[in-house]
């Protein structure tokens, strides 16, 4: 390994570190925002989904890498981020298709 | 016969193959946790009101071992890190942290599902529901105490984030002879403890399956360091990868089950 190589692996370490503290933040953020009544128990939802979604931008990001990684990766999760996204779009398209006389809460 | 690309890229991805294959797995593995995940939605949208429950789950438990598992994410990546900068012994250091940290995470995973398995919810003949964790359980004594409490209404048991779910938490000696059902809280229990025994047991094999490779690399695995640093090295991001993703399960598994 070059100096240069070397060098480079050590910023990489300085950006690894920030990240585990804003994961570390974030997880405190996430318990304190779960105890804060907002009025409606959907944003509560919404906001611990919220800080998840930016904790999982960060280890996806940083720590796999996928901020700087090849196109072949990306081709390839864009196919699971579709697949994924369909697999949502199912979910929530069965609350609409209940059998008739079904009950529902 | 030598197996190619294990350290050179392939020219037409521009990756060494053990990449591409660690990512097609780890999309494979985003649809298995997303079927279940969608199982959860459904479960949970589709629960009767007021029986879905609310503080079942350790709060400081679950933090805890969030942290436990965000550190060892830190300790991998930094083992690649080191390998990457050739200084082995940073990398046997890291990574016998992240192994300690997996088998603290495993720990504290146990405690939590033994406290499940000693609560048990007593229908007595009377219609009246003591619940509670067992205290004695001898199959020849004429009665079993729990500590815990009487509800009438089932759903009672279920929002303990009201303050009078924790009231009049005492030793109750019940006999055997006015027991209508006894039931711990295992997984057979109600479906929200059947969501979360199955995402988080799976999610539990992926850590000790994680750990067991790590400890691989960081024990015998790691003689290939010697002869091969940069395939060595090239495994070690392979195995990081696969850690994060765990991790990653994990960000999304703590607030939706044990906060909302």
């Known amino acids: 390994m070059t100096a240069q190589d070397h060098q480079h692996v050590a910023e990489h370490v300085r950006r690894y570190l920030y990240v585990f503290y804003a994961l570390l933040f974030g997880t405190l953020i996430t318990v304190g925002a779960s105890y ?23 280890v996806a990001g940083f720590f796999m890498h996928l901020i700087s990684e090849r196109k072949m990766i990306y081709g390839l999760l864009a196919f699971t981020v579709f697949f994924f996204a369909g697999l949502m779009f199912l979910t929530v398209c069965s609350f609409a298709d209940f059998p008739r006389m079904t009950v529902t809460h | 016969m030598d197996i190619p690309y294990t350290v050179q890229p392939r020219e037409d991805t521009g990756l060494y193959n053990a990449k591409v294959g660690i990512w097609l797995f780890l999309a494979s593995e985003v649809m298995l946790f997303g079927a279940l995940f ?9 629960s009767l009101e007021g029986y879905w429950p609310r503080g079942w789950l350790n709060v400081p438990v679950g933090t805890v071992n969030t942290l436990v598992l965000i550190t060892s994410s830190i ?32 720990c504290i995973k ?26 004695a359980n001898d199959p020849k004594a004429e009665s079993v105490v729990i ?42 229990h109600n479906t929200y403890l ?26 015998p695995g790691s003689k290939l360091w010697e002869t091969d640093p940069e395939r060595f090295t090239n495994r070690v991001e392979i195995s990081g990868l696969f850690w994060h993703f765990v991790d990653l399960v994990w960000i999304f598994l703590f607030p939706v089950l044990y906060l909302i």
Not at chain 1, 47 to 52: E, S, W
Not at chain 2, 82 to 94: D, I, T, Y
Not at chain 2, 110 to 120: A, C, I, L, N, Q
């Open chain 2, 110 to 135: 146990s405690y939590e599902y033994h406290d499940k398995f000693t609560h048990y919810e007593i229908i007595l003949k009377d219609g009246r529901i003591a619940d509670g964790h067992i205290v």
């Open chain 2, 75 to 106: 300790t991998t990546v930094m083992a690649w890190a080191s390998c990457k900068m050739n200084q082995f012994g940073r990398f046997k250091v890291f990574h016998a942290c992240t192994l300690l940290l997996a088998l603290t995470f495993v």
């Open chain 1, 36 to 58: 804060i009544p907002f009025g409606n128990h959907a944003i509560n939802i919404a906001v611990a989904l919220f800080i998840a979604c930016g904790k999982a931008f960060l």
């Open chain 2, 38 to 46: 969608s199982s959860y939605i459904l479960l949970r949208v589709g």
């Open chain 2, 147 to 188: 500590s815990g409490r009487y509800v009438q209404d089932r759903r009672d048991l279920y929002d303990l984030e009201v303050p009078k779910a924790h009231h009049h938490h005492e030793e109750i000696s019940i006999p055997r002879s006015q027991i209508e059902k006894m039931e711990r809280y295992g997984p057979w």
């Open chain 2, 194 to 219: 059947a969501i979360y025994f199955t995402l988080t047991g799976l999610h539990a094999l992926h850590v000790i399956g994680g750990a067991i490779v790590i400890g691989f690399l960081w024990g």
